[in-house]
């Protein structure tokens, strides 16, 4: 086995720093410019012309940019600042005969020694000290639709065989750019994209209450963890006019901005009721209709709404398609689900019949509201988090309402070893003090 040794070919070297270097950029203009800066390391060409045909007729072309090696660096250097992507060539004037027709006429790459060029319509006499031209094609879907034109000093300097590396490298520099371009105009979009479901996050939790109400007779934890998108989850006390409180938890279906402009829908309806029937069933028949009559198109909203009198501790509710709410008994007691008051999630049927149940909170017993994005949590296997992982976290706590969001919380990280969460998650724990 021989090496044969490539350090004393000028080329080589600095060939093998470009591509180190294209490996490191991120946008087409910086892969262009990165090749500006070390072209004339890794070949002899002294001007180089760039040359639109897309989209125009025979004979016609744009110049896109031209120049010496070293001004187009400098004027890529200066506009890196000013513009991420690269420049329409729609904007630019179409040019008609000159060199530049004569020798894109037809699609095949060419050699040309002994130039002459002088006057011309498109490059003036920039050309006029170069003495031969390599004219490399540039196709997309198998059409040329832009040339490289390549001018050296030397009047038989440019040669055939550099049209075997011309050609590849061409292209592909090419195509690379514009798959940069597109890279970082999606980098560009998701992040402007992020900046606006921020935005609408940050008014979609204004919604919530500001602060935990003091309702006679409970001691009341809350908890509202949101996914990486602004979604629809919802909660909120409702002070009625008999001293008795309104307690809603709502899940909009889907995430993202739509979610939460539903979401507000429903803050802005339940605070402008205008009935005075202040009892479950009718408000969310209420809520229904407004939702309806709003045409969501296949939007939903899962819904509890529970009226607390704190005389009597009773507790009359409806519940449209949300989990059951759960009810821990005492410090030590068990976990129970209160399947009743069963309707159809808000906003998918005209008519909307609730029914309405009633329980009353015992002392010391605490009732848990939670979304689904509790319960449909997974874990690595894809093994859901469900209800009995939630009893389960509730049986081993206090029944304190802040021992109840701290134990579904550490439950919660146990089972899916991550901080992250598909889905908002939602806590509200009320439970009855003893002698309420």
Sequence with gaps: MKFLDVSQNPFVLPAVDLQRELSRVRTGDESVQSVMSRIGEVSPVRYLVNVSVKGLAPGEYRVSEKGTIASRFAGRS????????????????????????????????????????????ALGDEVAACGSCLVTPVFEDGQVTEWLLAFHAGAEEAQVEQLRIAIPNANLLTRTAKQLDLIAQVRDLNARLRRQLQEVASVQQSLLPRETPDIPGLKIATSYLTS???????????????????????????????????MAMLHAILHGYESRAFEPAPIMEYANRRLVGA????????????????????????????????????????????????????????????????????????????????????????????????????????????????????????????????????IVAMRRLAGA
């Excluded at 909120?236 to 402009?261: E, M, N, Q």
């Design 295 to 426: 045409r969501l198109e296949g939007t939903f909203i899962t819904a509890f709404l529970g009226i607390y009198d704190p005389v009597t501790g009773r507790v009359d509710y409806t519940r449209a398609g949300h989990h059951p709410p759960r009810v821990k008994r005492g410090a030590g007691g068990g976990v129970a689900a209160l399947e009743g008051g069963a309707a159809p999630p808000l906003g998918v049927f005209d008519a909307l019949e609730a029914e309405q149940a009633r329980f009353e909170i015992a002392p010391m017993d605490t009732v848990v509201l939670y979304t689904d994005g509790i319960t449909e949590a997974f874990s690595p296997d894809r093994r859901m988090f469900g209800e009995a992982g939630l009893d389960a976290a509730l049986i081993t706590c206090t029944g304190d309402p802040d021992c109840v969001v701290d134990s579904v919380h550490g439950a919660l990280y146990a089972h899916t070893h991550s901080r992250k969460r598909a889905d908002d998650q939602t």
């Design 78 to 121: 200066e506009q890196r600042a000013l513009r991420t992507f690269s420049a329409d060539p729609r904007a630019l004037p179409i040019r008609r005969g000159g060199f530049i027709a004569s020798v894109i006429a037809d699609e095949q790459p060419k050699v040309i020694h002994h130039l002459s060029i002088t006057g011309d319509p």
């Design 228 to 262: 990486d998108e602004a979604g629809g989850d919802y909660y909120d006390f409702l002070r009625l006019p008999d001293g008795r409180w309104g307690v809603l938890i709502a899940d909009v279906s889907g995430h993202g901005a739509a979610a939460a402009t539903v």
